[in-house]
């Protein structure tokens, strides 16, 4: 579910393409469509984890290693950030929150995923003469209360 968009011409806007990819990838994640997904996806996707080591959902779905039916990934909240980075935040209750980093290249398909499991997440613009600072930040509402480790990824 995402947040209700305050101004109305924005949520009549076109969607970014990357967004339109990463959305699709999830619609087929939920459904089993392994072909729709290995369309989406790099063959050399490189693939970086955070979190409790029997916490690798995403890549189990990825490999075939696990089914929809083990854990349901459903996005809470979908991001551009930066053009080529999407950012895909879910939670569950007060015991599972995620944040999936996924890179997009020229091209439209997935050549990079950070996933970051029971983790706070800030990401920061540190390239030189850009004033930007925090790009996006972890907001689960359902865990506010909850303590979790942070990290900071610059791009």
Known sequence: MEPATANPAAAASPENPNVTTVRSLYTALGSGGSRQISGLIASDLEWWFHGPQNCHHMMKMLTGKSSPADFKFEPRSI?????????????????????????????????????????????????????????????????????????????
């Open 79 to 155: 991001d551009a950030v930066d053009g080529e980075c999407v950012i895909v935040e879910g939670w569950e209750g007060a015991q599972v929150y995620w944040v999936h980093v996924w890179t997009l290249n020229e091209d439209g398909v997935i050549t990079q995923f950070r996933e970051y499991f029971n983790t706070w997440l800030t990401v920061w613009d540190l390239r030189p003469l850009s004033c930007t600072g925090t790009l996006w930040q972890s907001h689960p509402q359902d865990l506010a209360k909850r303590s979790l480790p942070g990290l900071m990824l610059a791009i």
